[in-house]
């Protein structure tokens, strides 16, 4: 069993930046694909960012957010980040950091076996 907890979150102001971390016990995620969602007030859950496994050679954010969201990992550290620069208010939501058993990178959050509970990011304008 893996268990996810993101850090990382608080009140930042537009334009600012912000990055968030998740750290996994239980067992090593260094095989394991990576990824971010996130959930805006009265919205659904939301696609961010995945990573691939072992060297996260293969990483990509959504389209809307690839200029300014970049996933990253360090296996040795059991951990993944999320870094978030030039935040906007519609940026605000709850992100969760999920793995799932398979080394590749995925978009969809069925594909998904574990899940943190979620840390809020809430952007000033």
């Known amino acids: 069993q893996v268990q996810l907890v993101e850090s990382g979150g608080g009140l930042v102001q537009a334009g600012g930046s912000m990055r968030l971390s998740c750290v996994a016990s239980?067992?090593?995620?260094?095989?394991?694909?990576m990824g971010w969602f996130r959930q805006g007030p009265g919205k659904e859950r939301e696609f961010v960012a995945a990573?691939?496994?072992?060297?996260?050679?293969?990483?990509y954010s959504a389209d809307s957010l690839k200029d300014r969201f970049t996933i990253s990992r360090d296996n040795a550290k059991n951990t993944v980040y999320l870094q978030m620069n030039s935040l906007k208010p519609e940026d605000t939501a709850v992100y969760y950091c999920?793995?799932?058993?398979?080394?590749?990178?995925?978009?969809?959050?069925?594909?998904?076996?574990?899940w943190g509970q979620g840390t809020q990011v809430a952007v000033s304008s």
């Open positions: 999920a793995a799932r058993l398979s080394e590749a990178p995925s978009s969809w959050n069925n594909e998904y076996n574990y």
């Open positions: 239980g067992r090593t995620i260094s095989s394991y694909g």
């Open positions: 990573i691939s496994g072992w060297a996260g050679d293969n990483r």
